[in-house]
Nanobody, 126 residues
């Protein structure tokens, strides 16, 4: 059974930090890319960051560059998203997702991803 489970969301003040976790089971992370997506009220789901399980190479969208860091722990089969200097605009439900990857860089195209977690709420408010 393929499963992704997110945790770590919550309520923080602007400028604060949170670390999200995505734990994978049922597949070999070395052959997959993991992405973080978010969906704010009234908006479409958008990509945030992705990482290749095998070598740790990563990519970020412009709004989070310099503030968010993605990483993975192969032994724990867990991908993390460290979120610093949070802004109200970061408020959303955050999802992790996975797809099979070969030699290319990881991608945040939604339709590539076959497996999705249930999501975790991040609220940034004073």
């Amino acid at each position: 059974q393929v499963q992704l489970v997110e945790s770590g969301g919550g309520l923080v003040q602007p400028g604060g930090s949170l670390e999200l976790s995505c734990t994978a089971s049922g597949f070999n992370l070395d052959f997959y890319a993991i992405g973080w997506f978010r969906q704010a009220p009234g908006k479409e789901r958008e990509g945030v960051s992705c990482i290749k399980g095998r070598d740790g190479s990563a990519a970020y969208v412009d709004p989070v560059k310099g503030r968010f860091t993605i990483s993975r722990d192969g032994a724990k089969k867990t991908v993390y998203l460290q979120m610093n200097n949070l802004e109200p605009e970061d408020t959303a439900v955050y999802y992790c997702a996975a797809y099979r990857i070969f030699f290319e860089q990881c991608s945040l195209v939604r339709r590539y991803h076959d497996y999705w977690g249930q999501g975790t709420q991040v609220t940034v408010s004073s």
